[in-house]
């Protein structure tokens, strides 16, 4: 009954958060760039495409340390799947809730493990190994006008665990097929999408845990080969 009603918790999250949509603070847009637009062809720090809005963290302190999200960089060759891992660190058997949107260029094609529910085929990492419940879906209903004007899609992974049980680690793997026609040297990035009702949280729901791991969390890509 327990472990229902977490799953219950994690599905309502994804609910609120992709089906009603959610608010932004918009920030430059990015996108896929060629070795002819960027010089060298690889950019090693990515934008982040949104940032907390100033009102969810009104009085809350800054922590000393917390939850760094990292987003892996990864090669493939034009037509390859690319894997790209969501990570994170510095919080081992310190965290128990994440909710967080992962955006990435039209072009790319997430591999789907059932395309009628908009289940993402994803692996998920030890990070999550005790996670009570956990959702990986796509996002494809109101998208913001952000992401439509930009072409991009974005992904949504949610996990619920009992107390601090998240692990430093993984927490899931999603694959991507790059176009059979692109041209080597082209950057794609992966990025998060903050929404108002995302998360990364501890069990004591400290909002100074959320506010660390959204200001420190540091995006990804796939680079053409």
Not at 20 to 41: D, N, Y
Not at 47 to 65: H, K, N, Y
Not at 155 to 179: E, M, R, W
Request: aromatic share 10%; charged share 25%.
């Amino acid at each position: 009954m327990k472990n229902d009603m977490i799953r219950a918790a994690a599905a309502a999250v994804f609910a609120v958060t992709v089906l009603t949509g959610c608010s932004t603070t918009k920030k430059p847009a990015m996108s896929a760039t060629t070795p002819a637009e960027t010089k060298p062809p690889v950019q090693n720090d990515l934008p982040v495409e949104t940032q907390p809005p100033t009102s969810r963290f009104d009085g809350v302190e800054d922590a000393a340390d917390g939850a760094h999200l990292t987003i892996s960089k990864t090669t493939a060759k034009p037509g390859e799947i690319a894997d790209v891992t969501l990570s994170v660190s510095g919080v081992d058997k310190a965290w128990s809730m994440c909710g967080l949107h992962i955006v990435y260029p039209d072009v790319l094609e997430c591999q789907m493990f059932n395309e009628e529910e908009r289940l993402v085929k994803v692996k998920k990492g030890d990070a999550v190994a005790y996670a009570s419940g956990s959702i990986a879906m796509l996002w494809k209903d109101n998208l913001t006008e952000d992401m439509i004007a930009n072409k991009q899609k974005s992904v949504f992974f949610t996990a619920v665990l009992d107390q601090n049980h998240g692990l430093d680690g993984d927490i899931c793997t999603y694959s991507f097929k790059v176009p059979e026609d692109a041209v080597p040297g082209t950057v794609y990035p992966i990025d998060y999408y903050y929404c108002d009702t995302d998360m990364f949280s501890n069990y004591d729901k400290d909002p100074s845990f959320d506010k660390y791991a959204f200001d420190h969390w540091q995006g990804g890509s796939i680079t053409v080969e």
